[in-house]
Structure formats: structure tokens, C-alpha cells
């Protein structure tokens, strides 16, 4: 481990072999054959570190003693470059609520360079809101508080729950003011700025291969691929940088099939909503990435969006997300589609997809229920059951599986409805009605008899079977309430509830007894309030 920012070694492969914008000025414009623009953060007033994750501090080889270096603010909030940096921004394009929306590119996100840990291990560092970039397009390049937070508790948050994300090392404040019009209702508002550096592998997107595939530059799509696939995968195609086959970028998009599956499979266990699932914000890892007017489900609801922008469509809606991911992919099998020249192949990868979701949906559903392995005979039936006990009353997901886990099977033979409903009742919103209690109790002895015949079938002890349940059911979650009550007291210049949540949220399956607050239902006033419940995409 090393202790001085000074010791980091940057090996920055994506500026040094592939094409950069021949532009050096920072004006905003369309940039063609080029895969990235040098641009240096713009300085600002005073950068003060808010909160810092140390684990990814490790990550990059650095001692956590770090956020108490007087430097690391100035030069995470974009103020000072440490030798070795190159900041640059790169061009993407994508498909934005299901319209191709041309060239995007990192409009606020500033690489500064790629830190090579003792491990030999390639990490971008990443500024997010650190000024403009030739891809601002009409925007400042900045972000507020409030979704700085926002991203920066929910990429640590999202790791510590095991899901694939982009990290998150740093929140800075910016001591300047960002104009914001946070409803696109005509009611601008100065707000704080601040800066979050995010650290990934890498930070492609399906928009990459995208932009060069509509601009027909199949030559550049070919050496953007061949370097991803080189650096990106480099466990896939070890060896040396031959010329890669047909077979090699189909293997490849298959993985990114799989891994994407996977991705889909995590959100829906955990019940989070991303908000925005363009193909500019889907990675090319399989990795959450960017935070923007995303959510937590609390009543548990398919339909539900947190984005405002998206509540007339309701494209991205929680339920469709799994469906959007695959079209999605069916986007960047369209991009790829010059480097492999046929059809079926792509087509075999994308129902690759749909199957690894559903072995991972059925595999989650199971470990959700405590159940050894997910019988399809039986199970999908008891799911949809359960699924369809949560349209008959709002249902808090969390609380819902976290208490469930409590049930013993063996004792609730002799429970009346009320009692066994009693085990999870602590989740719903609102009184349950007789038809509520009879569905759910219906529901929880079906279930104690599935149980008992696992345990039966297994050995598997009670015991087990909550440790099993506790493992895939989180206590704790970035409850959209619980963010927005942290982005108040930062605001007021209070950064301990950040610092709170943050450890609260390292130990999601944990029960942290000391904690039992955060394991609560939304308050009645968060319903309706803006951030608690809505959220757009001014950020
Ligand atoms: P998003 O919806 O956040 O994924 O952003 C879509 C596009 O808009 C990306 O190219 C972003 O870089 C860009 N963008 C979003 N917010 C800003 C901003 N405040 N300034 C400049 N570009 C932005
Ligand atoms: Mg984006």
C-alpha cells in the first residue's frame, strides 16, 4: 500500500493507442474519428473532501490516510493534476428512451487517467462534474450536491450488496453555486456543486461502439473493439494482440450478454430501478453505471419508475428492466454487426441473454425464499402467487423478505391466518384487510409445506434456512428517503448522515441491531416529495 497520492503509477493505454480529437480548444462540437478529446477539469472556488470510500482508496493501492492529505480535494475537485494524468473525455453515442439521440460523450466526466495498482490492475479514475467538455451540448458540465451524494452512497452501496457497479472514491464540494431547475418547470435554483470521482475497469458504454458504427467508421469501431477486447477482457484473449476473428468478437458480446443477464438478474433481487437504461448508460462490463434518477422499490410494484421524465411511458419502469437490457444489447449487436457480418450468431448471444436471466431469476427467486434449489414445477407457481399477494396491498419489499425469513415452518400448522400474516405484516402500508389476510396466509402455509419438503429433501435446518434468506434478502437499503434526508443535512453543511449511511450500507445483510432505524418503512411525508419519491434528470 502506499500513502502519497504522488506514488500512484498512471499507464493511461486508452490515450495512448487509440485516436484523439485533433481539436485542443473546449468548445462544444461533433467529433469525428477520434475516440477521445483531451479537456482539463475546470478549476473551481473551494474544494472541501465530504466523504471518501476507503475501500476504494485500496482499490488503487492508497492507504485510507489519504482524505486526510490536504491535496486530494484540490485535485478531485478538478483544481490540480498529479503527474501522469491525462484528462480527457470521450465521444459515445446512444439510444435515449429508445430514439437514437446521435453524439453524446462524457458531457461532465473527465478521465484523468488510468492508476495501475502493485496488483498490476488497470483503474480509470473518473471526475464527474468537473466542467465542460466538446460533449456538453447545451449543458455546464457540473453536478449538484444532491445527485453527487446520490451516486456516490449508491456506487459503494451497490458493491457492498454484491451487485457490479462503478465505484465511487470521493464526493467533493465545489464552493460554487450550479443552476439547476430541478422539475423543468421554468423554477431554477442555485444550488451547491460537487464532484464525485468514479473509478471503474473502464467506463465504455454500448454508446461507444454505437457512435462509430452510425458514422459507418468501421475502421475505428474494428480498433476500439480490438482495444477493448485487449484491455477490457483481457482474461477472455490472453496472449499476444493478434488480429481477432469473428469467433473472438462473438465470444465477446456473448459475455456481455451473460454479464448483463447477470446485472438484470441483481437489480431486480434487490429492487433497485435505474431511471435511465439508454444505451449511452449501459457498460460494457455489465456494471451499474451512472446514478442518475434511479430508485429503491419500498411498495413493491412492477410498473413503478422514479424518473419523472419517464412517467408517461414508463419505459424503465422496475418490471422492464430485464426486457430493456435485451434491447439494449439487440442495439450494440447492430453496432457490432460490421465486425462479424452475420446474423444468427448475434441472434444465438441475445437468446444467450434471456436464458442466463432466467437461470439466475429462478436461482435468486429460490435463495429470496430460502429454498435450496428453485423447482420450476412448483416454484414458479409459488412466486407468481406471492407476486400476485403484492398487488393486493402495498407490500415494502425489503421488510417483507427480511421478516418472512423469520417463519418456522414447523410451528405455523397450528397458527391462525392473523399469526401467520402477523410474520411479515410489519411490511405493509396499510391495514390489511380480510381478503389480504386470507390471501397471504394462504400464500405463507403453501409455502411452510414447500419448505418443509426442501428440508426434508436436504437436511437443511431452519437455521440454514434463514442464513440462506438473510443472504439474499438485504436489511438495508439506500431508501430513497434515507438519501434525500442525508442530501439536507449536506446542504445545511452537515455531512455526518453521508458518513452514516455509508457505513450502514457496507453491511447491507447485516443486522446491525444499532441501526434499526433505517430498517423502516417510508415515512407517509416521503411519498410524494420531490427526491423521495420523484426525481428527474436534472443533476
Ligand atoms: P445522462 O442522462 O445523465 O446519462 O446524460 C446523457 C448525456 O448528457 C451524456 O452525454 C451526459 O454527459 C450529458 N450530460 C448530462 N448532464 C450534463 C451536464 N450537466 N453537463 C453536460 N453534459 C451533461
Ligand atoms: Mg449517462
Redesign the pocket.
Known amino acids: 500500500m502506499i500513502s502519497s497520492l504522488q506514488e500512484l503509477v498512471f499507464d493511461n493505454r486508452l490515450v495512448r493507442e487509440l485516436p484523439a480529437d485533433q481539436e485542443i480548444d473546449n468548445y462544444r462540437r461533433q467529433v469525428a474519428g477520434a475516440v477521445y478529446s483531451r479537456v482539463a477539469p475546470t478549476p473551481v472556488k473551494n474544494p472541501q473532501l465530504i466523504a471518501g470510500a476507503p475501500e476504494v482508496a485500496a482499490l488503487l493501492g492508497l492507504r485510507a490516510t489519504i482524505f486526510t492529505d490536504p491535496q486530494f480535494a484540490q485535485i478531485f475537485g478538478g483544481n490540480q493534476l498529479l503527474a501522469g494524468m491525462e484528462p480527457h473525455a470521450c465521444v459515445?453515442g446512444?439510444h435515449?428512451f429508445g430514439n437514437w439521440a446521435g453524439q453524446?460523450?462524457?458531457?461532465?466526466?473527465i478521465n484523468l487517467g488510468e492508476v495501475k495498482n502493485q496488483r498490476g490492475e488497470h483503474w480509470t479514475l473518473q471526475l464527474k462534474?468537473a466542467g465542460?467538455?466538446p460533449?456538453?451540448?447545451t449543458?455546464?458540465?457540473?453536478?449538484v450536491l444532491r445527485s453527487s451524494v446520490r451516486e456516490f452512497l449508491c456506487s459503494e452501496a451497490m458493491h457492498h450488496l454484491g451487485v457490479p457497479t462503478t465505484r465511487a472514491l470521493s464526493l467533493v464540494s465545489s464552493g460554487e453555486l450550479v443552476r439547476r431547475d430541478m422539475f423543468y418547470d421554468g423554477n431554477s435554483e442555485l444550488e451547491p456543486g460537487a464532484i464525485v470521482c468514479r473509478v471503474a475497469p473502464t467506463f465504455t458504454r454500448f454508446g461507444n461502439f454505437e457512435i462509430f458504427s452510425a458514422r459507418n467508421d468501421i475502421a475505428l469501431l474494428k480498433q476500439f473493439t480490438n482495444f477493448t477486447l485487449r484491455t477490457d477482457f483481457a482474461d477472455m484473449f490472453p496472449g499476444p494482440a493478434a488480429e481477432f476473428t469473428k469467433a473472438d468478437y462473438l465470444r465477446w458480446f456473448n459475455e456481455i450478454c451473460i454479464r448483463t443477464a447477470q446485472l438484470m438478474a441483481h437489480w431486480m433481487r434487490v429492487g433497485f430501478v435505474h431511471g435511465?437504461m439508454?444505451t449511452?448508460?449501459m457498460s460494457i462490463l455489465g456494471l451499474t453505471i451512472?446514478y442518475?434518477p434511479y430508485g429503491w422499490l419500498e411498495g413493491y410494484d412492477q410498473d413503478w419508475t422514479p424518473n419523472t421524465t419517464d412517467a408517461q411511458g414508463r419505459r424503465y419502469r422496475y418490471g422492464n428492466q430485464p426486457r430493456v437490457a435485451l434491447w439494449n444489447l439487440a442495439q450494440l449487436a447492430n453496432a457490432i454487426y460490421p465486425l462479424i457480418d452475420e446474423v444468427e450468431p448475434l441472434q444465438a448471444a441475445l437468446e444467450n441473454y434471456r436464458a442466463e436471466y432466467e437461470r439466475c431469476a429462478q436461482r435468486d427467486a429460490a435463495a429470496k425464499l430460502g429454498l435450496s434449489q428453485f423447482d420450476p414445477g412448483q416454484d414458479q407457481y409459488l412466486n407468481e402467487q406471492l407476486l400476485e399477494c403484492f398487488q393486493l396491498i402495498e407490500t415494502d419489499m425489503t421488510i417483507f423478505y427480511r421478516s418472512l425469513a423469520q417463519l418456522n415452518a414447523d410451528d405455523i400448522s397450528h397458527y391462525a391466518d392473523t399469526q401467520c400474516v402477523d410474520i411479515v405484516r410489519e411490511s405493509f402500508y396499510s391495514a390489511a384487510d380480510e381478503n389480504v389476510e386470507t390471501q397471504f396466509a394462504g400464500w405463507i402455509r403453501r409455502y411452510a409445506q414447500r419448505l418443509q419438503q426442501d428440508y426434508v429433501l436436504t437436511g437443511n435446518t431452519h437455521e440454514q434456512k434463514i442464513a440462506r434468506m438473510n443472504s439474499a434478502n438485504p436489511k438495508y437499503v439506500l431508501r430513497n428517503y434515507l438519501a434525500q434526508q442525508a442530501i439536507d443535512k449536506a446542504t445545511a453543511g452537515d455531512y455526518s448522515e453521508v458518513e452514516k449511511l455509508l457505513n450502514i450500507l457496507r453491511n447491507p445483510y447485516d443486522e446491525q441491531p444499532e441501526y434499526q432505524d433505517y430498517f423502516a418503512k417510508r415515512p407517509e411525508w416521503a411519498r410524494h416529495k420531490a427526491g423521495c419519491s420523484m426525481l428527474s434528470?436534472s443533476?
Open positions: 459515445y446512444g435515449q453524446l460523450g462524457d458531457g461532465r466526466a462534474g465542460p467538455t460533449y456538453s451540448r449543458a455546464d458540465g457540473l453536478a435511465v439508454n449511452d448508460n451512472d442518475g434528470c443533476s
